[in-house]
């Protein structure tokens, strides 16, 4: 062989794979936002892989443009705000996860045409179909227990479903339930917990066909697009997903994805015909809008909303006030067993104290909502429910009883030994020298901790939204999904109503400090 030739061969064995694996390295990532909490069939993991059919989407339209796909997580409803952020602090191209064309979120982040039609369905558990057959029904109340009640329906907050169900249509008829877990949802209506849900069509087919006890109610209705929001300066990336969608429309590749998951169909037809109209269409007039959603577009109402704000926080106050008695009560029989009691007794107290004050507050009132009653069922056969209220003051008081164990317990071991030796010599039994000497003392220690625990319990209320409650910070981001251009207001407001509601105590709380002092209360 020619040496020539023989030293052109070598260099290419040796050069092209260093070449080939640079070229791979720098080719630019879409960065796609999503929230896989959402779950199926939008993206949600099979194994240790994330699979689904927008990740199948993502992969499709960054190899069109000449991309690797790269997801990015974070919470459904501020996604847009990742738009805006470096790729260094988990920043995005795109958002790609459900997201519904609206007139409020195309003003910030232009869209892409659209790469599903989606259509809201009312998913009931079988067993239902008697008292609502159909949209109609919702606004009809029900026989419970010889009371009427209002049909409890859960939506995901922020997206269509919600703003559709929260209009005039609806609106005050209904109890909704607003959760950021489609399927915690759908779980609920499987165990009759909830009356119904509304969820976009993809949801619904999925798990209608995955769940043995589902059921559409009725028809879907309201139809709207799918797109992805992108930042308004990357006009370049937009239109060349805008010609990777209408590709894969037109070449069968969305059919064939959409097919996969079972969410191709007759709406999906007409995907082409909406791709070549001029982009963004015309949004719904201001009568048709106000007619559908109470008035939400246009000017913006602050009495209606302040309003909402401050009957969320008459939650916040409620669930504050109705819980932490009971935090006390616990706390304090806690308390005296861990400090009075035999070693059976105080072992498996101070399991408790730690146990709960090393877990989340978000962890247990999971447990309690949607865990302990089907645990129940089962284990001893008796129906259990829990109403969110009832989960959450539970749950709630459970947790601060912990942190009030040992508030009270710092107060009684701050009592000097010698006040039961001398309550028991002049003839007190035990259980009169505790009522009648050390409690009083020890709860007169620990009134400036105890305090400040309540402080922190209206904010810990904020929590509760995980269970279906609305309270403040709940509503807060309610609105705000739905008025993203005044979240400064919006945020001002109800900071100032937290404040309202706990700068009262803080004063008390100083004023018993000084007076009382203080005896090392458990603080966090």
Known sequence: MNPRWLLVAVAVLVLAPPVLSQEKKDKKELRWGTDPTGGAPYVYKDGDTFVGFEVE?????????????????????????????????????????????TEDLEKKYPSTVPYYVYKLGLIIHKDS???????????????????????????????????????????????????????????????????????????????IKNGKELKLADEPRKAGFYVILTRPADKELREQLNAAIKKGIKDGTLKAIYEKYGLWNADQERLLYWTEQQWPPPFPSEDENEEENGGEKGKVDWGKLTLELLRAAGMTVFLAAASFPIAMLIGMLVALGRVYGPALLRIPLGLYVEFLRGTPLLLQLYFVFYLLPPLVQQIFGVSFNLTPIQAGIL?????????????????????????????????????????????????????PPVTNDFI?????????????????????????????????????????????????????????????????????
């Open 57 to 101: 989407l993502a992969e499709y339209l960054a190899k069109e443009i000449g991309r690797t796909s790269k997801m990015v997580t974070g919470d459904w409803d501020k996604l847009p705000e990742l738009l805006g952020k470096p790729a260094s602090d988990d920043g995005i191209d795109i958002v790609l996860n459900g997201y519904e064309l």
């Open 395 to 447: 749950g709630l008081a459970i947790n601060y009883s912990a942190y009030e164990a040992e508030n009270y317990r710092a107060g009684l071991l701050a009592i000097p030994r010698g006040q039961m030796e001398a309550a028991l010599a002049l003839g007190m039994n035990p259980l009169t020298a505790l009522r009648v000497v050390i409690v009083p003392q020890a709860v007169r220690i620990v009134i």
């Open 129 to 207: 179909a008697e008292n609502i057959s159909g949209w109609s029904d919702l606004n009809r109340e029900q026989d419970a227990d010889g009371k009427k009640r209002k049909n409890s329906v859960g939506v995901l907050g922020g997206s269509a479903a919600h703003k559709y169900m929260k209009g005039k249509r609806f609106g005050d008829k209904i109890d909704l339930a607003i959760n950021p877990d489609v399927a915690t949802v759908i779980g609920l209506v499987e165990q009759k917990r909830l009356d119904a849900t509304v969820q976009d069509t993809p949801a619904a087919l999925y798990y």
């Open 456 to 524: 922190a319990l209206f904010k810990d209320t904020s929590v509760c939204s995980v269970i279906l409650i609305t309270e403040l910070t709940r509503k807060y981001n309610e609105l705000y999904n739905f008025n993203r251009d005044y979240i400064i207001q919006l945020a001002f407001i109800t900071a100032g109503l937290y404040l309202v509601m706990s700068y009262p105590l803080a004063i008390v709380a100083r004023v018993l400090e000084k007076r009382l002092g203080s005896v090392g209360g458990v603080h966090r």
